[in-house]
């Protein structure tokens, strides 16, 4: 952050990745516009060859379209604002984001421990993708006595995600850290929940943070994309070429969505977390629950990381529900409000019906046999939200 910045993350948000002036009219839009293009016109080629030397000495100049102009400098200057980095990479989803950090950072024959608690898919990528270019994995976990337990000679990073995928399972980033700095390991920090705003890995001593900007940056439930952000300059080194010899692209469009979102992130996380507390207040005060999975909950066990580690939380929790497997559908059928659908971070409310081998790989979960409903609590009034889901449980 420059020392006449604004001290405050909702301010810098506002007046990051602006429209620059026009040099002869002195105007410029308030909203930056989508700049589609698919390759870039010079002046003359003393142009061209300093905007191939700046690229030689990492700095972000476009020279064709794959790599976008202003809307993706702009969206990739947020990203940095959000997640206190120094370089942006953007990707076509945030699986995609994962993949560019796997690929672009780790060699054939190294080895990954990877959190149990992370996003699914990671696994897919893992066994499609990872293992046939050499790279073997290990879950477990996410404590540095796990990670410790698994480490090989030949183990190059930690992967992790905070909170966890599916039951928001709280990892101890700062001591993950440490321990991966002992080790020469890089710690790699799936972000997509804090999305920059309420947890910034970076800060709390992570090497990389991934985020998939689908779903609280862009907010509205209307875009794919992904980030990967880094301080280093050797990391975005070797990220940047990576990202140009995957051919990654992002459409102009996607990054002006997501660019306009970023924009109304603090207040939308706001709200979600505020109406997500009121739901929790509800489901903690009804029989057929049995336990709820949010750490800005005082109940929830990763309550002291997230109050030491989180400015904020936002509108995602799952419920463990004492109802077997038909009564869980019904309670899912019955619901009015709440789509059934995977996603989250958009402004209306979603259900997903959690299958148990999903939950059984993740060492936290106590396999009691309870029914799991992750919910993402949206923009709705909760009093709304409150009384649909009260009506579902009563039907199931
Ligand atoms: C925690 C987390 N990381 C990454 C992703 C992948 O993002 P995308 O759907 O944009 O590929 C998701 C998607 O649900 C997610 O929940």
């Known amino acids: 952050m420059a020392e006449s910045d604004p001290a405050h993350l909702d301010t810098l948000l506002q007046h990051t990745g602006i429209a620059k002036f026009d040099p002869d009219t002195g105007a410029a839009p308030v909203a930056l516009p989508s700049m589609r293009t698919s ?49 942006a990479f953007l990707a076509s989803s945030g699986l995609g984001a994962i993949t560019l950090a ?40 996410g404590t540095v006595q796990e990670f410790e337990s698994r480490r090989r000679p030949e183990t190059r990073m930690l992967y992790v995600e905070s909170p966890g995928s599916l039951l928001f399972e709280m990892l101890d980033l700062p001591a993950l850290a440490e321990y991966a700095r002992a080790q020469g390991l890089l710690l790699v920090v799936d972000n997509t929940w804090g999305s920059g705003y309420i947890y910034r890995p970076l800060a709390l001593g992570a090497d990389v943070s991934v985020v998939a900007g689908t779903k609280y940056v862009g907010g509205h439930s209307d875009l794919m994309l992904g980030a990967v952000v880094v301080r280093d300059a050797g990391l975005a080194k070797r ?41 929790c207040e509800f489901l903690a005060s009804r029989a057929e629950v049995a336990r709820i999975y949010h750490p800005a909950w005082p109940a929830d066990p990763g309550h002291a990381l997230w109050k030491r580690d989180c400015t904020g939380s936002n509108g995602m929790l799952s419920v463990a529900l004492k109802f077997d497997a038909a009564a869980a559908r019904r309670f899912v059928n019955a619901l009015r409000l709440f789509g059934i659908g995977y996603s989250w971070g958009g402004f209306e409310s979603l259900v997903q019906l959690v299958d148990p081998s999903a939950l059984r790989v993740h060492g936290y979960w106590p396999d009691d046999g309870h029914a799991v409903a992750r919910l993402h609590i949206g923009l709705e009034s909760p009093d709304d939200l409150i009384a649909d889901l009260s009506q579902a449980l009563l039907a199931a």
């Open 39 to 87: 390759t870039v016109r010079f002046r003359d080629l003393d142009a061209l060859d300093a905007a191939h030397a700046a690229r030689s000495k990492g700095e972000r100049r476009a020279t064709y379209g794959r790599a976008g102009m202003d809307t993706h400098a702009a969206l990739e200057d947020v990203f940095c604002r959000l997640e206190g980095g120094d370089r």
């Open 239 to 279: 990220l940047g070429e990576n990202h140009y010899a995957l051919g990654l692209s992002v459409s102009a469009d996607d990054a002006w969505l997501a660019l306009r979102g970023a924009r109304t992130l603090p207040i939308r996380m706001k709200e979600c977390a505020r109406n997500a507390l009121a739901v």
């Open 102 to 141: 796997m690929m672009a950072l780790l060699d054939a024959g190294d080895h990954v421990l990877i959190a149990d608690c992370a996003y699914g898919p990671v696994r897919t990528l893992d066994a499609t993708v990872l293992r046939r270019f050499g790279v073997e994995s290990t879950y477990c976990r």
